[in-house]
């Protein structure tokens, strides 16, 4: 199981499960038109739930109310399905002229190719953070993504299992490393980390652990081949993670994520690094009884960032009608179409536009806005910051540091030859 098929492009996004893919259309309902004939305009989506396609639907039918010129059609496909084609789909000679996207690098990627429609005049000047502005744009400083919604990570734990043992939340890595000493000695098992077909969980340990230890600058750069895994940067991060792997799960290796996720659910493993859709799928009173705290704190003198993906809209440079497209974005963009697509899809995410309410706020979610909104800086997710194939290099190298710690100077000189072959160099 991944996330909402994933990744939203968070890891997995590269895992593409042939071509089963179950792709729907559906126009948007009729607006009351007068005479003239009707533009058309696809925008094809990764959001195949039930309650996410209507959302995406209803999203479509009331932008046909204020813009009755056009006729947009609806095309979900399934997610790993959508991320391998989305490229062909962009190069197309008639492509869809909007399509479900993230932000950060996996955007930028396209807009280097010149494959995404400049966005800059669909974008508010009012709504959004600096850091979401700026993951927007491309180098230029153009715009060429709409955020619509955010997540955020963390270290997910269950309230009441945290009563019951007598801990309370770390602050600092420490901190960390001695309540998971506690709970071993209490007989349970401090982490959860399923690996058997969500080895890109690997990956939050490893953003988060060099977000903490060597900041955001040099995170970036590293994964834009800018510096090298066998950096002795890098080298610390393993060296502080090699601190918490006796507190993993020793079973996770053979769980699949879901799971690892029942195991975390009953209080069989306490903590689990993971995002807020872990629990999408559990029963109300286990949703009630969740909460989560900031990945610990390592070197204080880092300025702190966090893991918030960002998902949204890309309109395709070749779109057959750029105005109706644009229209559309800046459509998206508004408070009022955010909280409507939230309000329908039921989504556990956070709108990115901050004049937006969420429409089913919890105490879960507002500590995840808050946790964000006072980071110093915004990252997405290691695929999302660098591209599949890097990801497949990490999950390599992490799984096999994992099994074997003492040989982790030949892993990193391993990585960056993976990551390098990656790139084509």
Same mark, same amino acid.
């Given at each position: 199981?991944?996330?909402?098929?994933?990744?939203?492009?968070?890891?997995?996004?590269?895992?593409?499960?042939?071509?089963?893919?179950?792709?729907?259309?559906?126009?948007?309902?009729?607006?009351?038109?007068?005479?003239?004939?009707?533009?058309?305009?696809?925008?094809?989506?990764?959001?195949?739930?039930?309650?996410?396609?209507?959302?995406?639907?209803?999203?479509?039918?009331?932008?046909?109310?204020?813009?009755?010129?056009?006729?947009?059609?609806?095309?979900?496909?399934?997610?790993?399905?959508?991320?391998?084609?989305?490229?062909?789909?962009?190069?197309?000679?008639?492509?869809?002229?909007?399509?479900?996207?993230?932000?950060?690098?996996?955007?930028?990627?396209?807009?280097?190719?010149?494959?995404?429609?400049?966005? %800059? =005049?669909? @974008?508010?000047?009012? /709504?959004? &953070?600096?850091?979401? +502005?700026?993951?927007?744009?491309? #180098?230029?400083? !153009?715009?060429?993504?709409?955020?619509?919604?955010?997540?955020?990570?963390?270290?997910?734990?269950? %309230? =009441?299992? @945290?009563?019951?043992? /007598?801990? &309370?939340?770390?602050? +600092?890595?420490?901190?960390?490393? #001695?309540?998971? !000493?506690?709970?071993?000695?209490?007989?349970?098992?401090?982490?959860?980390?399923?690996?058997?077909?969500?080895?890109?969980?690997?990956?939050?340990?490893?953003?988060?652990?060099?977000?903490?230890?060597?900041?955001?600058?040099?995170?970036?750069?590293?994964?834009?081949?800018?510096?090298?895994?066998?950096?002795?940067?890098?080298?610390?991060?393993?060296?502080?993670?090699?601190?918490?792997?006796?507190?993993?799960?020793?079973?996770?290796?053979?769980?699949?994520?879901?799971?690892?996720?029942?195991?975390?659910?009953?209080?069989?493993?306490?903590?689990?690094?993971?995002?807020?859709?872990?629990?999408?799928?559990?029963?109300?009173?286990?949703?009630?009884?969740?909460?989560?705290?900031?990945?610990?704190?390592?070197?204080?003198?880092?300025?702190?960032?966090?893991?918030?993906?960002?998902?949204?809209?890309?309109?395709?440079?070749?779109?057959?009608?750029?105005?109706?497209?644009?229209?559309?974005?800046?459509?998206?963009?508004?408070?009022?179409?955010?909280?409507?697509?939230?309000?329908?899809?039921?989504?556990?995410?956070?709108?990115?536009?901050?004049?937006?309410?969420?429409?089913?706020?919890?105490?879960?979610?507002?500590?995840?806005?808050?946790?964000?909104?006072?980071?110093?800086?915004?990252?997405?997710?290691?695929?999302?910051?660098?591209?599949?194939?890097?990801?497949?290099?990490?999950?390599?190298?992490?799984?096999?540091?994992?099994?074997?710690?003492?040989?982790?100077?030949?892993?990193?000189?391993?990585?960056?030859?993976?990551?390098?072959?990656?790139?084509?160099?």
């Amino acid at each position: 199981m991944s996330r909402r098929g994933f990744l939203a492009g968070v890891g997995g996004l590269g895992v593409a499960s042939a071509l089963s893919a179950c792709a729907t259309s559906t126009p948007a309902a009729p607006a009351a038109t007068g005479s003239g004939s009707s533009k058309a305009l696809l925008l094809k989506s990764r959001e195949t739930s039930d309650k996410s396609r209507k959302a995406m639907q209803a999203l479509l039918d009331e932008f046909v109310k204020a813009n009755p010129q056009y006729k947009p059609t609806l095309n979900t496909m399934e997610a790993a399905a959508f991320q391998q084609q989305i490229r062909a789909d962009l190069t197309l000679s008639t492509p869809p002229d909007v399509l479900t996207w993230f932000a950060g690098e996996i955007a930028s990627n396209f807009a280097k190719q010149g494959l995404l429609l400049d966005a %800059t =005049s669909a @974008f508010p000047a009012q /709504g959004y &953070s600096d850091q979401f +502005t700026k993951l927007s744009a491309d #180098a230029s400083g !153009k715009k060429i993504f709409i955020p619509t919604n955010y997540y955020w990570w963390g270290m997910f734990y269950r %309230t =009441s299992q @945290f009563e019951k043992w /007598g801990v &309370s939340e770390p602050k +600092t890595w420490d901190e960390f490393v #001695a309540l998971c !000493k506690t709970l071993q000695g209490k007989g349970v098992s401090p982490l959860a980390l399923p690996l058997a077909d969500a080895a890109w969980l690997t990956a939050s340990w490893f953003d988060y652990l060099n977000l903490r230890i060597n900041g955001a600058t040099f995170h970036r750069a590293l994964l834009a081949g800018q510096e090298s895994y066998t950096d002795p940067r890098v080298a610390k991060v393993l060296d502080v993670w090699r601190e918490v792997l006796p507190y993993l799960d020793p079973a996770g290796k053979g769980l699949s994520f879901q799971e690892g996720s029942a195991k975390w659910q009953q209080g069989k493993d306490a903590m689990f690094l993971c995002g807020p859709f872990l629990a999408d799928s559990m029963p109300d009173d286990v949703k009630a009884d969740i909460s989560f705290f900031q990945f610990p704190i390592v070197d204080p003198a880092v300025p702190v960032a966090e893991e918030a993906p960002l998902d949204g809209f890309i309109a395709s440079a070749r779109s057959a009608d750029p105005d109706g497209a644009l229209a559309f974005l800046k459509y998206a963009a508004t408070p009022a179409a955010q909280e409507l697509y939230l309000k329908i899809s039921q989504n556990t995410v956070i709108p990115a536009n901050s004049q937006a309410k969420s429409p089913y706020s919890t105490p879960l979610l507002e500590k995840g806005r808050a946790m964000v909104a006072a980071a110093a800086d915004v990252t997405q997710f290691f695929n999302r910051d660098s591209n599949d194939d890097q990801l497949n290099a990490l999950t390599t190298a992490l799984v096999k540091f994992i099994d074997k710690p003492g040989d982790a100077a030949g892993i990193l000189a391993q990585w960056q030859d993976d990551s390098a072959k990656a790139r084509g160099n």
